[in-house]
């Protein structure tokens, strides 16, 4: 009777294919009813079930879940209940199979917000896999939507006496470790933990509406301030694009304009930032020609670089951008490249030039949104310092070209 999450709390020796299968396909259907379709907040606490919460506090943490969900889905917000928690224990038993591990990462993708609560244990492995179930749990959550993710650690039980399980809690610590998902912090009892689970709450549920209302402020195109941009010819919608990333950039503490000059802070280092803008569909030549290779020019920028790093390239684009379309800009494909909410984000290993593609900048609200999004993604990933320190070596090499030429 180990596991975590949905279906992984189970013994089913003694229960037929058949009977199983039917169930399973039941569950997959009711599950999928409740978590799509709810009209309230959809609410995920994963954890193991078993486990003790720790040596002192000898209570099974499927008991735990137990009694957060009870009090969470009996909070009300003007006399309404807004959320629905979903716990491992809702659902019939199913087994350790791929049905099961399949069902749990659903509902990690359909929830709203996923509360993981981690004490070391990986949990079971599918066919003896190298990743365990509450490990791929928090992985998917990261993947899917990190900014619905917050993990909270519980005391870290004792080391498995199973070689190949401890691997897999090995593993996971790491990624933990590693992972830019959101912390709720840590706990040593029970109350603590109510505490902080319910602090995690506000918070994603704060931070997603925040994001939601910027989004719905340019949900549409054909309206307000993207049909005014879409007006524009490729001059003008270009120009609008770059003043509203330069005064995004200039938003940031720190921050200034000198001589035209565009310096912002980046992890305690002030780095020279150049804007730049698609005005249209990315594939269409107009308006991606006029930016060409910028990087190619950074040498004429020399006499900014002897108190700051960079360049480091912005490039608002009014459409899309692909990875490749990213590459091919920069002239190789043999580089940093990471697709994220912002757009793409693309930094050469050996000259240390650095492109920040911000998609879909349809007008100032989106626009600013993708700005922000970028910064929020450097800080959850810890990409700051990376950021800062290429951004002071191609200041240096910069200088080396400019001493040639």
Request: glycine fraction near 8%.
């Amino acid at each position: 009777m180990n596991g975590c999450s949905i279906g992984c709390c189970v013994d089913w020796q003694g229960i037929c294919q058949t009977s199983y299968t039917v169930r399973v396909s039941a569950y997959l259907k009711e599950s999928e009813n409740l978590m799509a379709t709810s009209s309230r907040i959809r609410v995920m606490l994963s954890s193991r079930c078993n486990d003790l919460f720790s040596a002192e506090e000898r209570t099974p943490l499927t008991d735990v879940r137990q009694a957060l969900k009870k009090e969470i889905e009996a909070e009300t917000l003007f006399g309404a209940k807004p959320f629905k928690v979903w716990i491992n224990e809702d659902a019939e038993a199913l087994d350790h199979t791929e049905d099961s591990w399949d069902a749990c990462l659903k509902q990690i993708r359909d929830c709203d917000v996923l509360i993981v609560l981690y004490n070391g244990n990986a949990g079971w492995a599918k066919n003896g896999a190298d990743v365990g179930i509450c490990h791929a749990e928090y992985a998917e959550g990261l993947k899917t939507s990190p900014g619905k993710v917050r993990l909270i650690e519980l005391p870290v039980g004792d080391p498995s006496s199973d070689l190949a399980q401890a691997e897999r809690n090995s593993r996971f610590a790491a990624f933990k470790n590693t992972a830019s998902g959101f912390r709720g912090g840590e706990v040593k009892d029970i109350p603590s933990l109510k505490k902080q689970v319910f602090k995690a709450l506000f918070d994603a549920v704060l931070a997603q509406t925040r994001r939601g209302g910027e989004g719905a402020k340019g949900g549409r195109f054909d309206l307000g301030a993207a049909l005014e941009w879409s007006r524009l010819d490729f001059a003008g919608r270009s120009s609008a694009m770059a003043f509203e990333v330069a005064q995004a950039l200039l938003g940031r503490p720190q921050s200034k304009k000198t001589n035209d000059q565009l310096l912002i802070d980046i992890a305690g280092q002030t780095v020279l930032a150049k804007v730049h803008a698609v005005p249209a569909a990315f594939s269409v030549a107009a308006a991606r020609e006029p930016v060409g290779r910028p990087h190619l020019q950074d040498h004429l920028d020399v006499s900014e670089l002897d108190a700051a790093g960079g360049p480091l390239h912005f490039v608002a684009c009014h459409r899309t951008v692909t990875e490749t379309q990213a590459t091919n800009l920069l002239g190789f494909p043999d580089a940093t490249v990471i697709s994220s909410p912002f757009g793409v984000y693309v930094a050469d290993k050996v000259q240390k030039m650095q492109f920040v593609f911000l998609a879909n900048c349809r007008d100032p609200s989106q626009t600013r949104l993708a700005v922000q999004r970028f910064w929020e993604w450097s800080e959850q990933a810890g990409e700051s310092q990376y950021l800062a320190d290429r951004a002071m070596a191609r200041a240096r090499i910069v200088s080396a070209i400019a001493n040639e030429q």
